[in-house]
């Protein structure tokens, strides 16, 4: 199957810091999607990506679809303490609908010092 | 707003025993899934059900089984729980719609077998 390199793995960043993270894969995708995950609940959708090249910005939040299809960055501008948290990365080759072609990455972990 | 609804939250078993993680949507999703998280591994899918009346096997289906009682419920079984199980569990939803991979998540089962 398809395989996603999510980083970086954590990040320790100071209160106001912007945030960068990307995905990358070996395999192209027709979608990307990142979610957040706080502690103790399930992901949440942040952004949905179907165009190649797309730039989407959800508040502070700004996520691109790689011109190569093969990766996606997401960006957090002027990080404050609710930003705290696992941030997925998913990418689909599209096989008719549905997420069961959904490959997760293993999360960024952010971590915000006072 | 329910969303999807995950029961119980915590569990603890033995070697063993058996027992039935129940989920439902409530927001006439026709597709849902189960994945488990492990840390360092992401989300990984264990099985799904694309419509009422069918179940599928994911990445890591061994030791699991699954029924989609009707379009709401769909619930997890393990058999014969081990060590190995150990892991929190997410259900999951969404609109099987071409190009519509969104999922919407439950907020976990944290499952320990001893």
């Known amino acids: 199957g398809q395989q996603l390199n999510q980083s970086p793995q954590s990040m320790f960043i100071q209160e106001g810091e912007d945030v960068s993270m990307n995905c990358t894969s070996s395999?192209?995708?027709?979608?990307w999607l990142w979610y957040k995950q706080d502690p103790g609940e399930g992901p949440v959708l942040l952004i949905a990506l179907y165009k190649a090249g797309e730039l989407t910005s959800n508040g502070r939040l700004t996520a691109q679809f790689g011109i190569t299809r093969k990766d996606s960055f997401l960006n957090i501008s002027a990080s404050i303490p609710s930003d705290v948290g696992i941030y997925f990365c998913?990418?689909?080759?599209?096989?008719?609908?549905?997420?069961?072609?959904?490959?997760f990455g293993k999360g960024t972990h952010l971590i915000i010092q006072p | 707003n329910a969303g999807v609804t995950q029961t119980p939250k915590f569990q603890v078993l033995k070697t063993g025993q058996s027992m039935t993680l129940q989920c439902a949507q409530d927001?006439?999703?026709?597709?849902m899934y189960w994945y488990r998280q492990d840390p360092g591994m992401g989300l990984r899918l264990i099985y799904y059900s694309a419509s009422e009346g069918t179940t599928d096997k994911g990445e890591v289906p061994n030791g699991y089984n699954v029924s989609r009682l009707n379009k709401r419920e769909f619930s997890l079984r393990l058999e014969s729980a081990a060590p190995s199980q150990t892991s929190v569990y997410f259900c999951?939803?969404?609109?099987?719609?071409?190009?519509?991979?969104?999922?919407?998540f439950g907020s976990g089962t944290q499952l320990s077998v001893l």
């Open positions: 927001m006439n999703h026709n597709s």
């Open positions: 395999s192209i995708f027709n979608t």
């Open positions: 999951a939803s969404s609109n099987r719609l071409r190009g519509n991979e969104k999922l919407f």
């Open positions: 998913a990418g689909s080759v599209y096989s008719g609908g549905g997420a069961d072609g959904l490959t």
